[in-house]
């Protein structure tokens, strides 16, 4: 079975400061990582997906992940937090060999991030 | 591109009724999955409709239902209401086929489903 865990419920930061929300995983087979941040009264918003390849992937706002297989972490990273990054963010994962051509997303519990002004 | 379209964006019923929650994908998008959000729970696997067809199905009773059309618009059921189903209820799109492992899906702003 796959799974994701988020080990903060809460992330607190300082506007300009970097900020990390973390992620580990557990599946069977390759694992196909994603980040999707929620605002309050919305629903998901894609961030990025980590597939194959480079371990730092980009995403959208300024935002980036680093995949890391022997820690198996997958923690989302801004080298400089925003007032408006505040929101909650969560991490989700595929698995090929317990979804096969399912497109199941398993999500952690989810991290709210405050960003401080 | 116009984004995942659900509708309503927020119901209240009362337990023992039903309620049917629809949902548009993004043009071009042939599958549909829907999850269920509660602060309790986080966010859970309801179903996947691709082409029509069920392609997979969470851990939830079977009062939750739901079909895809010809247009791949999607529908969910939930019947004989109880209060735990309260909840957000978000549908995503995906295009379906090809590769899963590159396939993204794409949320919408969720239906408010309150149950009294």
């Known amino acids: 079975a796959q799974s994701v865990a988020q080990p903060e419920d809460q992330v607190n930061v300082a506007e300009g400061n970097p900020l990390t929300v973390k992620c580990t995983y557990s599946?069977?087979?390759?694992?196909?990582l994603f980040w999707y941040v929620q605002y309050p009264n919305r629903g998901l918003q894609f961030l990025l997906k980590?597939?194959?390849?480079?371990?730092l992937v980009k995403g959208s706002y300024g935002f980036e992940a680093e995949f890391n297989k022997s820690q198996t972490s997958f923690h989302l990273k801004k080298p400089s937090a925003l007032v408006s990054d505040s929101a909650l963010y969560f991490c989700?994962?595929?698995?090929?060999?317990?979804?096969?051509?399912?497109?199941?997303?398993?999500f952690g519990s989810g991290t709210q991030l405050t960003v401080l002004p | 591109k116009a984004g995942v379209t659900q509708t309503p964006r927020y119901l209240i019923k009362t337990r023992g009724q039903q309620v049917t929650l629809s949902c548009s994908p993004i043009?071009?998008?042939?599958?549909v999955s829907w999850y269920q959000q509660t602060p309790g729970q986080g966010l859970q696997f309801l179903f996947e409709?691709?082409?029509?067809?069920?392609?997979n199905k969470g851990n939830f009773p079977g009062r939750f239902s739901g079909r895809q059309f010809s247009n791949s618009r999607s529908e969910m059921n939930v019947s004989t209401l109880e209060l735990g189903d309260s909840a957000l209820y978000l549908c995503?799109?995906?295009f379906g086929g090809g590769s899963p492992s590159t396939d993204t899906q794409y949320f919408g702003p969720g239906t408010r489903l309150t149950v009294l």
């Open positions: 409709y691709f082409s029509e067809t069920q392609r």
């Open positions: 599946v069977s087979g390759n694992p196909y």
């Open positions: 989700a994962v595929r698995d090929l060999i317990s979804s096969g051509s399912a497109r199941q997303l398993t």
């Open positions: 043009s071009g998008h042939r599958s």
């Open positions: 995503a799109s995906s």
């Open positions: 980590y597939i194959t390849g480079d371990n």
